[in-house]
């Protein structure tokens, strides 16, 4: 289940990218804030193995930071937590102003596995600090501005692009970065259980040894507006198709001091 909402992420995060470094930046952002609010019908094959959720209920303090607190949480549903129970929880914290990571928390609880990370990114000194189990582990370079897999899906709706354009960014997942990159393919017209959208389909590509190089393709449906709003997501890997349908949406407001 973690598996495919990473995917999600990871292929969200696929926009353009601010290579200057520059932390005092002010990103312009009318799209996104508290309020948002995103419900996903997950399907294995054709089967519903849960749902995943997406909000942002306010807005927190980082360090002296004001942030967006972002939270999603995937849980599958009674039938498949005879297979294999899952109750993920992800929270990033997005800085109002610049829109990129202050703080990253994942606390994953999948059949017997468990997993508990925090990050913490100190911009100004270009590092990420990881804490696992509420002991520090390590510091890692991050460059300017860098988005975690949660935080990039938030700052790439307040983006323009068309298709044939070819997208990048920078994304550090807990303590390695990676250079994402994304086709912008076309435009199509899609139905799900929120309604019927007119979309623009993008399709990322990995130019690292990432962990999902060989996994298969993954094609995602954003709104062709102003929001772009995650309406559908197909994702094929070795053991079948994933898909993420939207099942309800609610646009917040931006924050303003």
């Given at each position: ?82 297979i294999f129970k899952v109750r993920d929880y992800i929270e990033t914290d997005i800085d109002v102003k610049g829109i990129f990571t202050r703080k990253f928390v994942k606390k994953l609880n999948e059949g017997h596995y468990k997993d508990d990370k925090v990050v913490y990114y100190e911009h100004e000194q270009g590092k990420a600090h990881l804490v696992s189990k509420g002991r520090y582990k390590k510091s890692t370079s991050i460059p300017g501005c860098v988005q975690d897999i ?108």
């Open positions: 289940m973690f598996l495919f909402f990473l995917l999600l992420t990871l292929f969200l995060s696929t926009a353009d990218a601010d290579e200057s470094g520059d932390i005092t930046r002010v990103w312009e952002n009318e799209i996104f804030g508290v309020g948002d609010y995103f419900e996903f019908s997950i399907d294995y094959k054709f089967i519903n193995a849960g749902t995943a959720v997406m909000s942002i209920d306010t807005v927190t303090d980082v360090s002296g930071f004001l942030c967006y607190q972002m939270i999603s949480r995937v849980s599958s549903n009674k039938t498949f937590d005879i949660l935080s990039a899906l938030f700052y790439v709706r307040t983006l323009d692009f068309n298709p044939g354009d070819t997208l990048s960014i920078n994304l550090h997942d807990i303590d390695k970065n990676y250079p994402l990159k994304v086709k912008v393919r076309r435009r199509e017209n899609v139905e799900v259980p929120a309604g019927k959208f007119d979309c623009i389909v993008l399709e990322p590509f990995l130019e690292s040894e990432g962990m999902f190089k060989s996994e298969g393709s993954i094609n995602l449906w954003l709104t062709d507006d102003k929001y772009k709003i995650p309406v559908l997501m197909k994702t094929s890997i070795l053991i079948g198709t994933i898909d993420a349908r939207l099942q309800k949406y609610r646009l917040g407001k931006p924050y303003r001091e």
